[in-house]
T-cell receptor
Framework: DAGVIQSPRHEVTEMGQEVTLRCKPI?????LFWYRQTMMRGLELLIY????????DSGMPEDRFSAKMPNASFSTLKIQPSEPRDSAVYFC????????????FGDGTRLSIL | DQQVKQNSPSLSVQEGRISILNCDYT??????FLWYKKYPAEGPTFLIS?????DKNEDGRFTVFLNKSAKHLSLHIVPSQPGDSAVYFC????????????FGQGTRLTINP
């Protein structure tokens, strides 16, 4: 079975540019999560969706960040404009319906903003 | 406010011995706990979980113990193998309501041959 697929794996761009990260969750999973990992803050939840609907976006740093889930098999996390402090590894995870099931993670996108 | 804490950033264990990784939490509403393992350049991989109605869960070489009164859980790996060398994250959440996982900072485990 295919796991959670994220693209790109690496992104290097200049400050001020728009960045779009993509995620394909595991088929049949109805919850999707975006995390960011940094040395200072560790793994922190940015936003999550249930059945394509955003449920909790309290972890989104600021208005420069936005996330969408137009259908059950695709989600994007967009940063516009990007800043050097956004440099981090961004993970997407998905989870099947029952709440006692674990989240499954993609391999992440390593983002570097110059 | 760090709700899930792993106080040991690193741990070194001899191959064949027991590895014990510890985790403390502060939020008494948490009732579902998970351990993830992470290799470099990969995403975290689910290892084992436990709900608050149990105090122990075992899966092969991996056992998780939960002490609710102390708000403490631990992961035991017996026997430790070189392939177990990775960063281990403890995570917690509520089973009902918000599915927001809160992670600890991770412990880097090194198994020495």
């Amino acid at each position: 079975d295919a796991g959670v697929i994220q693209s790109p794996r690496h992104e290097v761009t200049e400050m001020g540019q728009e960045v779009t990260l993509r995620c394909k969750p595991i088929s049949g999973h109805n919850s999707l999560f975006w995390y960011r990992q940094t040395m200072m803050r560790g793994l922190e939840l940015l936003i999550y969706f249930n059945n394509n609907v955003p449920i909790d976006d309290s972890g989104m740093p600021e208005d420069r960040f936005s996330a969408k889930m137009p259908n059950a098999s695709f989600s994007t996390l967009k940063i516009q404009p990007s800043e050097p402090r956004d440099s981090a590894v961004y993970f997407c995870a998905s989870q099947p319906g029952p709440s006692n099931q674990p989240q499954h993670f993609g391999d992440g996108t390593r983002l570097s903003i110059l | 406010d760090q709700q899930v804490k792993q106080n040991s950033p690193s741990l070194s264990v001899q191959e064949g011995r027991i590895s014990i990784l510890n985790c403390d939490y502060t939020n008494s509403m948490f009732d579902y706990f998970l351990w993830y393992k992470k290799y470099p350049a990969e995403g975290p991989t689910f290892l084992i979980s436990i709900s608050s109605i149990k105090d122990k869960n075992e899966d092969g070489r991996f056992t998780v113990f939960l002490n609710k009164s102390a708000k403490h859980l631990s992961l035991h790996i017996v026997p430790s193998q070189p392939g177990d060398s990775a960063v281990y994250f403890c995570a917690a959440r509520r089973l009902q309501g918000a599915q927001k996982l809160v992670f600890g900072q991770g412990t880097r485990l090194t198994i020495n041959p």
